[in-house]
C-alpha cells in the first residue's frame, strides 16, 4: 500500500529488498595573490574500454570524394580529426537503417512521419521567406525563434535535442535563435509517473516496494530523452537519484535519425560551400552522440570514470553508481544533497566562500578540459552543486565528451601561438582541431583572428570575457566555411556556462584570474614531454629568452598552489590520510629543473640559446636570475633538489655520450 505525501510515495513492504587564451597577458600580468582554493591531485583514468588511440595523430588525411554519401567515409573523418578509434559503435547508418526496417509497417510509419516534419517545417520555412519578401525578417525574429522551439517540441524528443545541438552551433545557426533553443535544455515536458514507475519495475525485475521504501510523488527534473526522481534505498536508507529514460523512445530515434540522414544527403552541396564538409558528417557526429545518451549503461560508465578522476581531489564530489540497480533506461545513483548553483542566494546563506567555490570550479573544468580529457558536456546551473563543506559536485553524465592526446596537444599549441601573436599558426590549428575542412586556405582567417584576440585583450585581462569573445567568434565561424565539431562545441558551451555561473554568483568574477593560475603551473610542472617543448616555446620568442615570461609564470602558479591549499576542503580533520599526502603546499619544480638540466646538457641547441639567454646584449644577466631565484626560494629545498640531480647525473651521462655520438656518426 502506498501513501501519498506531497513530495513522496511511501511504500511500505515486507519483501526482502535488493542491494546493491592563456598568458598572451604574461609580459604584462598585474599580480597579487588571492586566499583561495582548489586541489590538483589525481590522474585520469583511461577511457581504453571505449577509444582506441590511434598509432598516428599528427596530420589529418582528407577524403578523397567529400561528397561521398558512404556512411564510413563521414566516420571515418570523425575519427581522424578526434586522434580515436571507436571499435564497437552504439552508432553507424547501416544499422540505423536495418533497427528501422526490422519492425512491419515500416514504409508506412516513415511516410506519415516524413510528411509530419516536412509539412510542419515547410510551413515554417515558408512563413520566414514572406518575413523576407515583405521585409520584416529582422523586426519578428523573437517571434521566430520562439516559433521554432515550440515547433521542435511538438515534432518530439529527436527534434528537442537535435534543437539543444542547434543552440551550442553558431557555425549552423543565428546567435538570436541560438539563445531561444537554450530554453530547450532546461524546460522540457515530463511523462506520466506510472508509465515511470512501470519502466523501473521492468528494468528491475521486481516491484518498486522491493527496493525502494520510498519515491517522490513529483519528477525532480525532465529532460528530452528521460525525467529524474529521488528515492530511498530500503536496505540502507540511503537517498538515491532515479533516472528513467521515455517509454517507447529507441524507435523514435532511430526512424528519426533515418530520415535526416535521408534528408542530409540532398543538402552536402550547401552544407559544403557553407561549412566546408558534407551535411551527413554533421548528422553522424550528432547521431553517434544520441545513441550515447539513449544507453543508461554507457552513462553509468562515465559516472565511474569522473568518479576515478576526482577520487584523489576532496575539492570534487561525483556521485556513486549503483550497477546493479541500473540498466539501459534506469539509472540510479547517490543523491546529491548540495545547493543548485541557480540559487545564489542559498549558497551565500549556507556560509559557502563563494570565492573559493568559483575557484574550485574553474579548476575541476579545467583538469576534464587539460589534464583528463574527458569532460561533462552540459554543466548547466542545474547540474551543478555547492556543498556545504565547500566542494563541488557533479550530475547528469549522460552527454560527456573526450578529447584525444592529439587534441589536447593542439589546444595547448594554440594556446602558445597566441602568447607569440602567432596568428597564422592559430589559423592551422582550426584546420587540425578538424573547424576547417584539409587544404582550406586559411588567409583570410588570419586577420580576423588576431582583431578577436587584440580586441578581447585590448583593455587586460581583468576585462576578458568569454561570451564577448565567442560573440565575435560566432560571427566569424557564420561568414567562413567554419565548421565547430561536437566535441568542441561542447567544450564552448561548458565554459560559456561555468562563466555564467561565475557571474550569477559574483558578477565581478574574473575567470581567466583563475584559469591564467591554473595553466602556468601545467606549463610549468607537468612533466609530459609535449608539455615541456611547449613551455620552452612559450620562454622563446624569436629567439630570445623571455625572462619577464618566466618570473609571471612562476608568479600564477604560485597563486594556484596558495588558492588550492587554503580551500575549506582541504582544511577538515577527515581528509583521508592519502589524500592529504598528495596536496600541494609548495609549488614543485623538482622535475622541472631536473628536466631542464638535462636538457642543457643534452641538447646543444637549448644550451646554445641559454647561454645567449645569459649574455643577451652583451651583458651578464644576472640580476635577472637572482629575481627568479627569490620567487622560488620559499618554495624548493635546494638541497633535496640538487641531491636528486646528482643521482640522476650518471642517466644523464650516458644520454649525452650517446647524444654526442650520434651527432658525430650523422656527420660522417
Known amino acids: 500500500m502506498a501513501l501519498i505525501s506531497s513530495n513522496f510515495i511511501y511504500i511500505k513492504s515486507s519483501d526482502s529488498p535488493l542491494i546493491s587564451p592563456f598568458v598572451s597577458s604574461l609580459n604584462s600580468y598585474n599580480v597579487h595573490v588571492k586566499s583561495n582554493r582548489n586541489s590538483e591531485v589525481g590522474t585520469s583514468r583511461s577511457r581504453s574500454r571505449s577509444v582506441i588511440r590511434a598509432a598516428k595523430t599528427e596530420s589529418l588525411v582528407p577524403l578523397e570524394n567529400p561528397l561521398s554519401t558512404s556512411g564510413n567515409s563521414a566516420l571515418e573523418q570523425l575519427d581522424i580529426e578526434r586522434g580515436v578509434c571507436v571499435p564497437f559503435r552504439k552508432y553507424s547508418p547501416e544499422l540505423v537503417r536495418s533497427k528501422v526496417f526490422e519492425s512491419r509497417g515500416t514504409i508506412l510509419s516513415l511516410i506519415g512521419r516524413g510528411v509530419e516534419i516536412v509539412w510542419k517545417l515547410g510551413l515554417y520555412w515558408s512563413a520566414l521567406m514572406y518575413d523576407c519578401l515583405v521585409g520584416r525578417d529582422e523586426e519578428v525574429v523573437p517571434f521566430r525563434a520562439r516559433q521554432l522551439r515550440n515547433l521542435l517540441c511538438d515534432l518530439g524528443p529527436s527534434f528537442i535535442k537535435a534543437g539543444q545541438v542547434l543552440a551550442n552551433r553558431p557555425d549552423i545557426i543565428r546567435e538570436d535563435y541560438m539563445n531561444e533553443l537554450c530554453i530547450l535544455q532546461d524546460d522540457v515536458p515530463s511523462f506520466p509517473n506510472q508509465v515511470a514507475f512501470n519502466i523501473i519495475e521492468e528494468e528491475l525485475g521486481q516491484p518498486l516496494e522491493a527496493v525502494f521504501s520510498k519515491i517522490s510523488s513529483k519528477t525532480i527534473a525532465a529532460a528530452s530523452l528521460g525525467q529524474v526522481y529521488r528515492a530511498t534505498l530500503r536496505a540502507t536508507g540511503e537517498d538515491v537519484a532515479i533516472k528513467v529514460q521515455r517509454p517507447e523512445i529507441e524507435p523514435i530515434i532511430y526512424r528519426d535519425l533515418f530520415l535526416f540522414r535521408t534528408l542530409a544527403s540532398f543538402l552536402n552541396g550547401i552544407s559544403l560551400q557553407k561549412l566546408g564538409c558534407n551535411a551527413e558528417l554533421i548528422l553522424d557526429e550528432f547521431g553517434e552522440k544520441l545513441l550515447e545518451e539513449l544507453d543508461y549503461t554507457l552513462e553509468a560508465r562515465n559516472i565511474e570514470d569522473f568518479y576515478e578522476n576526482f577520487k584523489n581531489d576532496p575539492t570534487v564530489k561525483i556521485p556513486r553508481v549503483y550497477k546493479k540497480l541500473s540498466g539501459r533506461q534506469v539509472l540510479v545513483m547517490e543523491w546529491i544533497d548540495g545547493i543548485r548553483c541557480t540559487d545564489p542566494q542559498a549558497i551565500k546563506d549556507g556560509g559557502i566562500d563563494v ?31 555547492a556543498m556545504r563543506d565547500g566542494r563541488i559536485a557533479y550530475v547528469d553524465f549522460g552527454n560527456v565528451a573526450v578529447l584525444s592526446q592529439l587534441n589536447k596537444q593542439i589546444l595547448i599549441d594554440a594556446v602558445v601561438h597566441a602568447v607569440n601573436e602567432d596568428y597564422a599558426e592559430m589559423a592551422n590549428d582550426f584546420t587540425r582541431l578538424g573547424f576547417l575542412a584539409p587544404g582550406t586556405d586559411v588567409s583570410p582567417i588570419i586577420p580576423a583572428l588576431e582583431a578577436i584576440w587584440q580586441n578581447s585583450l585590448g583593455k587586460g585581462l581583468s576585462d576578458f570575457n568569454f561570451r564577448i569573445v565567442t560573440g565575435k567568434f560566432n560571427q566569424l565561424v557564420y561568414n567562413y566555411p567554419i565548421r565547430i565539431p561536437e ?47 611547449r613551455l620552452i616555446q612559450v620562454l622563446f620568442k624569436d629567439g630570445i629568452f623571455q625572462w619577464k615570461r618566466l618570473e609571471n609564470l612562476i608568479i600564477l602558479a604560485k597563486e594556484n598552489v596558495a588558492k588550492m591549499s587554503s580551500n575549506p576542503a582541504l582544511q577538515g580533520n577527515n581528509m583521508p590520510k592519502s589524500i592529504e599526502r598528495r596536496v600541494e603546499r609548495k609549488l614543485d619544480l623538482t622535475d622541472t629543473i631536473k628536466d631542464g638540466t638535462r636538457l642543457f646538457l643534452i641538447d646543444e641547441g637549448i644550451r646554445r640559446q641559454l647561454i645567449l639567454a645569459l649574455t643577451e646584449d652583451s651583458k651578464l644577466h644576472v640580476q635577472e636570475l637572482v629575481d627568479v631565484y627569490r620567487l622560488l626560494e620559499d618554495q624548493i629545498d635546494i638541497p633535496s633538489i640538487a641531491l636528486q640531480v646528482l643521482q640522476d647525473l650518471p642517466s644523464v651521462a650516458r644520454d649525452a655520450m650517446l647524444s654526442w655520438s650520434t651527432s658525430v656518426l650523422s656527420d660522417r
Open 355 to 385: 570565492n573559493g567555490f568559483l575557484t574550485v570550479g574553474v579548476s575541476a573544468a579545467l583538469r576534464q578540459l587539460l589534464e583528463f580529457g574527458l569532460f561533462h558536456g552540459d554543466p548547466h546551473p542545474g547540474n551543478i552543486f
Open 487 to 533: 566535441r568542441f562545441s561542447l567544450v564552448i558551451r561548458s565554459l560559456l556556462t561555468q562563466e555564467g555561473i561565475c557571474f550569477t554568483l559574483k558578477p565581478d568574477f574574473k575567470f581567466l584570474e583563475v584559469a591564467y593560475p591554473y595553466v602556468a603551473k601545467r606549463l610549468l610542472t607537468d612533466p609530459n614531454p609535449a608539455l615541456r617543448e
